[in-house]
C-alpha cells in the first residue's frame, strides 16, 4: 500500500475567487468532478490538482509552502509579475535581498509566492510552476521521499527536495531555523491512498496505508472531518495532511 498526492489543499475566506486567481494564473482548469469541490487540473506534468475549501480562520504569520514559478526571460517575469497583479496579486516584503532576482508576491489571502528570474539551474527541467518551497527540517525531507516514493534530487547542507519520477514541480525543504507554527498550516497535501484494500473496502485500503504513515514518523490528529472521509495527520515537522480513501 503507497499513496499519491491527489492535491495541494488552500484554506481559504473566498475559495472561488482564489480558485480564479490560480486558475488565471497557471491557466489550469476547474475539475468537473463535482466530489473534488473546488478544484483546479493542471495542464503539464504537475500530477496532482488545487483545492480550495472555505474557512474562517485569519492568516497568521508566513505559510509553510510557496510556490516557485519559473520564468524563461526576463520579459517572462516581467509578464508573469503584471498578470499576477492584474488578477490581484501584490508585492510584498519578506526580507528579499536588492540583488535577488526574484520578485515575492502574495495572491488575493495573502498566500506568498515567488516568480524566480531567468537562468535558476535548480528549476531548469521544471515547468512553470517549479517548485513548492516548503520550510521544513531534513527529517520531514526523508519522511516525504518515503512516504511518496518520490526520489531524493537535493540532500545538502540540511536542505532536501524530491521530485515525482514522472516530472512535475519539485517539493523543497529548507532547514533550519524553522519558522514557528501558528495554528493549522493554510496550505496542506491530500494524499490518496492506492489500492482499495479489497473491491468492497477503500476504508481498508485507506486504514492500511494510515498505518504504513505512521510507522514513517506520522502522527493521527483528532480532527473531526465529518463527509470529507479524511484522516488527519501531521508529519515528523507537525505539518497536517490528509489521506483519503481511494478514489
Known amino acids: 500500500m503507497t499513496s499519491h498526492l491527489h492535491a495541494l489543499c488552500f484554506d481559504a475566506n473566498a475559495p472561488q475567487s ?31 490538482q488545487l483545492r480550495f475549501f472555505p474557512s474562517q480562520e485569519p492568516k497568521w504569520g508566513p505559510n509553510q509552502i510557496h510556490f516557485d514559478l519559473t520564468s524563461s526571460d526576463l520579459d517572462d517575469q516581467r509578464r508573469t509579475v503584471s498578470r499576477a497583479l492584474e488578477l490581484g496579486a501584490r508585492h510584498i516584503d519578506v526580507g528579499q535581498l536588492p540583488e535577488e532576482d526574484h520578485v515575492v508576491l502574495a495572491d488575493p489571502e495573502g498566500n506568498e509566492f515567488c516568480v524566480i528570474g531567468p537562468g535558476n539551474r535548480f528549476l531548469a527541467e521544471c ?7 516548503s520550510d521544513g527540517s531534513q527529517a520531514v525531507g526523508y519522511f516525504w521521499n518515503r512516504a511518496l516514493g518520490w526520489p531524493l534530487v537535493w540532500d545538502q547542507d540540511e536542505e532536501t527536495a524530491i521530485r515525482s519520477p514522472h516530472g512535475g514541480p519539485k517539493v523543497t525543504w529548507g532547514g533550519p531555523p524553522l519558522n514557528p507554527k501558528h495554528g493549522r498550516n493554510r496550505l496542506y497535501f491530500e494524499l490518496s491512498a492506492d489500492g482499495d484494500g479489497g ?3 477503500p476504508r481498508r485500503g485507506q486504514q492500511a496505508e494510515v498505518d504504513r504513515l505512521v510507522s514513517l514518523g506520522a502522527t493521527v490528529l483528532d480532527v473531526p ?3 470529507a472521509g479524511w484522516v488527519v495527520l501531521a508529519d ?3 505539518n497536517e495532511f490528509c489521506v483519503s480513501a481511494p478514489r
Open 18 to 48: 482564489l480558485a480564479r486567481f490560480w486558475g488565471g494564473l497557471l491557466d489550469w482548469k476547474t475539475a468537473d468532478d463535482p466530489r473534488d469541490g473546488i478544484a483546479l487540473v493542471p495542464n503539464d506534468d504537475t500530477g496532482f
Open 127 to 133: 515547468g512553470f510552476l517549479g517548485a513548492l518551497s
Open 199 to 201: 473491491r468492497h473496502a
Open 225 to 227: 472531518q465529518g463527509e
Open 236 to 238: 515528523p515537522d507537525g
